[in-house]
Structures are given as structure tokens and as C-alpha cells.
């Protein structure tokens, strides 16, 4: 399907992370706006990334560090007197 | 962000060997450590070694600590170097290219143009969504993951996590992008087939 896209959607693919940090001159997301206005394609791909960015940001349980990692790292660093309470 | 961001801490008294003030900075650290390890290596036990090896090596170089980066950007650099050189040490083989991609080279266009933007929260975070998201990212050439975990997990700007990895900030504008569009890819893929599915249920 990349066979849709213009050259105008290739410059705004290169800045599309820079877009959705708020990074560009407003300028140039006046430039990126008015193209989205007009191209379907563009808005997926924007939107979709958008979404990408927060799910990946949704913690996920697993990645805490568990309670017996803690007590063997403090142990290593010698820290043991340190380990209660936490915070 | 996490409060880990907003906590400071005195570098005197770290240098000076202040045990309070390590324990104080290791619980701070150690959650983001952990899961840049987890996220890097695959799995708990090298995500441990990553934990307590960073550590250590900070605890050894506290005297070579200058001050011209912030801590937390000095932590994050022995961390990702940790990871690094654990990945290179288990790797039978070495694929240079997940090093050192090719920035020159032109991103990969969009190839799915599904918006699947709007389905709800819980459809989107389901279980299975959750697992084909963590393969997604596991998927992710290394030095693309690297960048895009310093930036998009744990929030650091561009211009810290360049200075993280020792690069350039264009190149890491380069590999941020290529990680989301690679990551946007995959989830388009993987949550269009969800949607034919649900729609051939609902027809
Ligand atoms: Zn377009």
C-alpha cells in the first residue's frame, strides 16, 4: 500500500515523532495539519502511533521489582541495615 | 513522570560513602533499572545482573563522577552499558547490525493503514493484547529497543538519552522513529486481524 502515499506523506512520516512530542516550530505543524486535513492516510498513521506510544506506557505488573530481587541487591551492596522500611 | 524524576540527591555524600544516601538512591533507581534490564535481556535473572552489576559499578565510581550530567543520566548510562555487554556476552553470534543500525539508511514506509486507534481501553489491554505488545517490543533490533525504552518507557528527553548512549541527538530522533514505526507496524497487524475477527463474529 506504500504506493499510496505522496512525497508529501514520506516528509511528514520523517517528522511524525517530532510532531507528536510537540518538538516542531508551529510552522511546520500548520504544515502538518493541513495535510492531515486532506489525507486519510497520514491520520492512521498518526493516530495509530499516538496509541502505540500510550499502550506501551501502561505498566504492566510484572516489571516491579519483586520484594526477594531487592533483598539480594542491597545484600551484594552491603546495604542489609537499610532494607526496612522501603522508601 | 515517575517521582524517581523529582528526587535529588547529594553527590557529597555519595562520594563520601553516606550508606542512607545509596539506599536512599538504589530504591529510587531500582525499579527503572530493573525493567530497562527485563526489557533488554528477555528475562529476571540477567534483569538481576543488569540491577546489582549497575550498582556496584556505581559504587565504585562515585570519585569519577563529575557532575556535568545528572545522576539519574550517569545511572542510566551504566545501566544500558551493563545491558549491552550482557547481550554481547550471550549472544553466540554477534549481529553487528543490532548494534550499530544503519541511520543512513531510509525508515521503512507504513505498510497497514487500519485505525484501529479507537477501540476501547480493555480491548486494547487485553491479555493477549498485552502479550503480542511485549513480543512487539521484543522484536525491536536492539539499538532501536534501547532508544526507544530510555525515551518512551522511562521518559527522558532526547538530548539526555543521547547523551546516555553516546550519540548524536539526530540519531536518536532517527532510531526513535524507526521504533515506533516498527512497533506501529506490528500492533496494526496484529489489532486489524483482531478487528476481522470480531467483525466476522458480529456478521
Ligand atoms: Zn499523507
Redesign the pocket.
Known amino acids: 500500500m506504500a504506493d499510496h502515499?505522496?512525497n508529501?506523506?514520506q516528509d511528514?512520516l520523517g517528522s511524525l515523532s517530532e510532531y507528536i512530542d510537540g518538538e516542531l516550530p508551529a510552522d511546520l505543524c500548520h504544515e502538518i495539519e493541513k495535510?492531515l486535513e486532506g489525507?486519510e492516510?497520514?491520520r492512521v498513521v498518526l493516530n495509530t502511533t499516538k496509541r502505540t506510544i500510550d499502550l506501551v506506557q501502561v505498566p504492566m505488573e510484572e516489571e516491579a521489582v519483586p520484594e526477594d530481587v531487592r533483598e539480594r541487591l542491597f545484600k551484594r551492596l552491603q546495604l542489609d541495615s537499610y532494607l526496612h522500611p522501603k522508601g | 513522570m515517575s517521582e524517581t524524576q523529582t528526587q535529588s540527591f547529594s553527590i557529597d555524600a555519595l562520594r563520601a560513602g553516606d550508606r542512607a544516601e545509596f539506599a536512599r538512591l538504589v530504591d529510587a533507581y531500582s525499579a527503572p533499572i530493573y525493567r530497562l534490564g527485563l526489557k533488554m535481556l528477555g528475562n529476571p535473572q540477567d534483569a538481576e545482573d543488569v540491577l546489582q552489576n549497575t550498582f556496584l559499578n556505581a559504587l565504585t565510581h562515585f570519585a569519577d563522577f563529575e557532575g556535568r550530567s545528572s545522576i539519574s543520566t550517569w545511572l542510566y548510562r551504566i545501566a544500558s552499558n551493563e545491558a549491552l555487554m550482557l547481550l554481547r556476552r550471550k549472544k553466540n553470534t554477534v549481529n553487528l547490525d543490532d548494534f550499530q543500525p544503519e541511520d543512513a539508511e531510509e525508515t521503512p514506509l507504513p505498510e497497514v493503514f487500519v485505525d484501529w486507534s479507537t477501540m476501547p481501553e480493555d480491548e486494547l489491554l487485553s491479555g493477549e493484547s498485552k502479550k503480542a505488545l511485549d513480543t512487539a517490543v521484543k522484536k525491536l533490533p536492539e539499538a532501536l529497543r534501547m532508544v526507544f525504552l530510555l525515551r518512551d518507557i522511562e521518559g527522558i528527553s532526547i538530548r539526555d538519552t543521547a547523551e546516555i548512549l553516546n550519540l548524536t541527538e539526530t540519531n536518536v530522533k532517527t532510531r526513535l522513529l524507526r521504533a515506533r514505526m516498527f512497533l506501529r507496524e506490528h500492533l496494526s497487524t496484529y489489532y486489524s486481524e483482531r478487528l476481522t475477527r470480531e467483525e466476522k463474529k458480529d456478521g
Open positions: 502515499l505522496h508529501n506523506c511528514l495535510h489525507c492516510n497520514c
